[in-house]
């Protein structure tokens, strides 16, 4: 099994690269910066480093890189900073997500690929009509006009929703949604739900970076847990966040 993830030297994709190789499969990363990756993991047989920028690729390059993939998973954000918030490309991840998916459909290996988008619980999943409270929808409306990362996010999780749909024959997807994220050094318990349990503005939860990685792993590699969310939003928290 091989898998492509972009977004690897990110606090999450590190960790979800790790995850990947402790199980065994074969990982490509596409990173800007090689440097950035733990030795640990760069010096691992089976990764694969492809030093490029991402949408400076050529069409071409993407569809030879996501060839023969079983899965494409972006962990792709923004910088928390004056320039990643607010500089070129403001589109980052909608424009990753949809290269790469037509790059997965040029390829027409005949089988589904997996396309996995790390995402927010500020996002809801509008296939689902959440509910959201009158200050939420200010608040996220808000957010929409200083953030654009924000706006990013919803625009990748809405060309999945829209552009793949659920009938897809190609790509089938799952984008996943955690809350506020924190480091630990350790997979601890945690709960995966369809929908939000808590306000992801005004009551938010906790999610671990590393469970994160292995949730998604786990999205890869067990075929129960990926028919459970395929085509779906679920959102991830720490388990002492859901009590």
């Known amino acids: 099994m091989t898998i492509l993830v972009v977004g690897a030297t990110g606090a999450t994709g590190q960790l979800l690269v790790e995850q990947l190789l402790s199980r065994g499969l074969m990982v490509k990363v596409i990173v800007r910066s090689p440097e950035k990756l733990p030795k640990f993991i760069s010096n691992n047989d089976h990764l694969s480093v492809i030093t490029a920028s991402l949408l400076e690729l050529s069409d071409s390059e993407m569809i030879k890189y996501t060839n023969k993939c079983d899965a494409v998973v972006s962990c792709l954000g923004h910088n928390l900073n004056l320039k990643g918030i607010y500089s070129q490309p403001h589109k980052l991840v909608r424009d990753a997500t949809n290269r790469l998916c037509n790059a997965i459909k040029a390829n027409n290996s005949g089988k589904p690929t997996k396309y996995i988008l790390m995402n927010t619980t500020g996002n809801s999943n ?23 990362p924000h706006v990013d996010n919803e625009m990748a999780a809405d060309y999945l929703r829209i552009n793949i749909g659920q009938e897809d024959k190609e790509i089938e997807w799952v984008a996943v949604r955690p809350d506020s994220l924190i480091n630990e050094e350790n997979v601890t318990k945690y709960q995966v739900y369809p929908s939000p349990i808590r306000s992801a503005i005004f009551n938010a939860g906790q999610t671990s970076r590393i469970n994160v990685g292995h949730f998604m792993a786990d999205l890869i590699t067990d075929e129960n847990v990926w028919n459970k969310w395929k085509g779906q939003m679920p959102v991830i928290y720490n388990e002492a966040s859901t009590k």
């Open 126 to 148: 509008r296939d689902l009509n959440e509910p959201i409270s009158f200050g939420e929808k200010c608040v996220i409306g808000l957010i929409r006009l200083l953030l654009p």
